[in-house]
């Protein structure tokens, strides 16, 4: 059985600062790269920061220099520090494998489109 669970959303003003968590399940957590992505209200999900299980990361341009991705192997966990937010990164954030477990053929057949309950984060201006 696989688990995500994210935490740390929050309303907050435009230039203000959050922290994300999301532990997952040692299963899958320890073989894979994982992700943070969002979801806007009316648009569709994207991925924001990815990293590596050895810790390189990627960033999507519009949250380069403000966000930042990182995982405590030992905790199964995965964090996204996000500074100088804006109101256009109001969204629906969830954590998952990158890509998608659901997106490839071992994690549909394990698990299917698994995704967590995430985490709202409205910024206001």
């Known amino acids: 059985q696989v688990q995500l669970v994210e935490s740390g959303g929050g309303l907050v003003q435009a230039g203000g600062s959050l922290r994300l968590s999301c532990a997952a399940s040692?299963?899958?957590?320890?073989?894979?790269?994982m992700g943070w992505y969002r979801q806007a209200p009316g648009k569709q999900r994207e991925l924001v920061a990815a990293?590596?299980?050895?810790?390189?990361?990627n960033y999507a341009d519009s949250v380069k220099g403000r966000f930042t991705i990182s995982r405590d192997n030992a905790k199964n966990t995965v964090y996204l520090q996000m500074n100088s937010l804006k109101p256009e990164d109001t969204a629906v954030y969830y954590c998952?494998?990158?890509?998608?477990?659901?997106?490839?053929?071992?994690?549909?057949?394990?698990?299917?489109?698994?995704w967590g309950q995430g985490t709202q984060v409205t910024v206001s201006s």
């Open positions: 990293i590596t299980r050895g810790g390189s990361t």
């Open positions: 998952n494998t990158d890509p998608p477990m659901g997106s490839t053929a071992w994690g549909k057949k394990r698990y299917g489109d698994y």
């Open positions: 040692g299963s899958i957590f320890s073989i894979n790269n």
